[in-house]
Nanobody
Framework: QVQLVESGGGLVQAGGSLRLSCAAS????????MGWFRQAPGKEREFIAA????????YYADSVKGRFTISRDNAKNTVYLQMNSLKPEDTAVYYC?????????????????WGQGTQVTVSS
């Protein structure tokens, strides 16, 4: 049974920071790419950031580039999303996901395993 558990969400003022974590269990993820997505009410799921198996390659959506950083610790089977300079438009449920290849993927349809999501709310 594959499990992804996100944590670290919450309420923060605009300009603040949060660090999301996603702990994976049930299989080996150290040789698989991982990603973060978000979905706001009434909107489609949006790609945020992705990282390859080693952490040596990352990719970001333009909306978060320069503010968010994705990283991973394969020894802990955990991927992180450091979010700085948060804006009210970053408010959404944030999901981590894993796919079955070593490379970076950016489309949510390419990911087969998903966490339950964690709410991030940024107040103005």
């Amino acid at each position: 049974q594959v499990q992804l558990v996100e944590s670290g969400g919450g309420l923060v003022q605009a300009g603040g920071s949060l660090r999301l974590s996603c702990a994976a269990s049930g299989r080996t993820f150290s040789n698989r790419g991982m990603g973060w997505f978000r979905q706001a009410p009434g909107k489609e799921r949006e790609f945020i950031a992705a990282i390859n198996w080693s952490g040596g390659t990352t990719y970001y959506a333009d909306s978060v580039k320069g503010r968010f950083t994705i990283s991973r610790d394969n020894a802990k089977n955990t991927v992180y999303l450091q979010m700085n300079s948060l804006k009210p438009e970053d408010t959404a449920v944030y999901y981590c996901a894993v796919h079955d290849e070593m490379i970076v993927r950016t489309r949510w349809t390419e990911y087969g395993y998903w966490g339950q999501g964690t709410q991030v709310t940024v107040s103005s």
